[in-house]
C-alpha cells in the first residue's frame, strides 16, 4: 500500500478477525487520524467509544440484526468501535440549522467513520462498517447521554480473510457534468 490510492481501492468491508490484539500503538495512531477528519465548521461531533470487555461486545453483537452479516464481527473482533454524534451541534450556528438538510451529524460521523477505516487498512487491520442494530438498546447499554446518538459500530481487528473488491459504477454513471442528467 504505497499510495493514497491504492488504501482507498484496497479498503474491504472485513467481517472475520484473527484472535491478535490490535496493539495500542496501532490503535493510537488509527486514533491520531481520525482526530484529523473534517468537519462542519470544525465542530468535530462525533465521540468514539472503544469496546474491549468480551461480555459487552457479545450484548451489543446481540443487539445487531441477525440478517446482518456482521452480527458476529461485533462479538469476535479484538475490539468493537462505537461512533456517536452530538446533536444540533453540525449545520447549526448560533443554535439554528443553516441548511435544509438539518443536522450534519451523521454526515460528520460518516467522515470520521471513514478516516477510521481507511486509516485502519494502512495499519493491516480491518474494518466493517455496522448501521443495521437497536440503536436505543446499544446507546442504553454504552451509556451514551442524551443529546448524542450511536451512529455506528466498527468492529476492529486483524483480518482473518482478504475478500475481493464488490463491483463499482463506472465514473461516467454517476458523474453529471454542469446539470444532472439520467
Known amino acids: 500500500m504505497d499510495t493514497f490510492f491504492d488504501i482507498v481501492k484496497g479498503r474491504r468491508s472485513i467481517r472475520r478477525f484473527t484472535a491478535q490484539p490490535v496493539e495500542q500503538e496501532k490503535l493510537d495512531v488509527l486514533?491520531?487520524?481520525?482526530?484529523?477528519?473534517?468537519?462542519?465548521?470544525?465542530?468535530?461531533?462525533?465521540?468514539?467509544?472503544?469496546?474491549?470487555?468480551?461480555d459487552t461486545k457479545k450484548e451489543i453483537s446481540g443487539l445487531v440484526s441477525p440478517k446482518n452479516p456482521a452480527t458476529l464481527a461485533c462479538a469476535n473482533a479484538p475490539l468493537l468501535l462505537a461512533v456517536c454524534g452530538a446533536l444540533g451541534k453540525s449545520g447549526f450556528y448560533k443554535g439554528e440549522q443553516t441548511t435544509i438538510l438539518g443536522d450534519w451529524f451523521m454526515y460528520d460521523c460518516g467522515l470520521f467513520t471513514q478516516t477510521i477505516s481507511l486509516a485502519a487498512h494502512k495499519l493491516g487491520l480491518g474494518t466493517v462498517i455496522v448501521g443495521l442494530f437497536d440503536h436505543h438498546a446499544v446507546?442504553?447499554?454504552?451509556?451514551?447521554?442524551?443529546?448524542?446518538?450511536?451512529?455506528?459500530?466498527?468492529?476492529l481487528g486483524y483480518p482473518d480473510h482478504a475478500p475481493s473488491a464488490p463491483k463499482r459504477k463506472a465514473v461516467g454513471e454517476f458523474v453529471h457534468h454542469e446539470r444532472f442528467s439520467l
Open 31 to 54: 486514533l491520531e487520524a481520525a482526530r484529523w477528519t473534517p468537519s462542519w465548521a470544525n465542530t468535530q461531533c462525533w465521540e468514539l467509544i472503544v469496546v474491549a470487555d468480551a
Open 139 to 155: 446507546k442504553k447499554l454504552l451509556a451514551v447521554p442524551d443529546g448524542y446518538e450511536v451512529v455506528a459500530l466498527l468492529p
